[in-house]
């Protein structure tokens, strides 16, 4: 397998960012309750599903809500404690935890459902990432990748963070961390291929979105 690896040069999600990613994407329950329910549709009741870099919790909350049994991975300690504070506050149980994509805290076989959003451009072990998702998932589960492509026109970032309803100081913010950091660190759809494929998983069927793709994969 390949050792594909990239330094990390985005904001580090801890303290005070955490906390400000936490309250911008609260902006996104829509979108996160709309993913949660299509991931429901698909996994067996009160099944097994493992989030890698779940943030402040928001999908995994989600999901748990609707019956399924949530586990999530994420290297920041801030998200974990937010994540947790955040699960609390709905009253559901998830099981969040810190560890890294590439080596997770996770036993094999163990999930029946595998899903990271919005996190896999950062990562600095992409390939190591990908792999770990297929090993803890059970024979027969699949895996859903969701993230920014690099070919993304700003046109459509900028539609996508007006409407997230905050303010003008927030929205020119977060264009200008799309801009000058997200993008540079997203992938264009041939790379997201050949790093799946490189990772294990076979016929790896990669839908590309207005601002991203969704990879979903079967073991």
Known sequence: ???TMKAYK?????GGIARWYDRTTRKDM???RALAARI???VPPAGAVLEVAPGPGFLSIEMARRGLNVRAVDISATFVEIAKRNAAAEGVQVQF???NASALPVESSSADFVVCRA???NFSEPIKALAEMRRVLRPGGAALLIDLRRDVRMSEIRRYVDGLGVSWLNRFFVRFVFRNMLIKRAYMLDEIRRM????????????????GFEAWMKR
Do not use: L
Request: glycine share 8%; hydrophobic share 45%.
């Open 1 to 3: 397998m390949a050792t």
């Open 10 to 14: 985005g904001m580090g999600m801890e």
């Open 196 to 211: 799946v494929i490189e990772a294990d998983w076979s016929e790896p069927r990669i839908e590309s979105s207005t601002v």
């Open 40 to 42: 429901a549709a698909i």
């Open 119 to 121: 996190a896999f451009k």
């Open 30 to 32: 829509p979108e996160f």
């Open 97 to 99: 935890q810190q560890g």
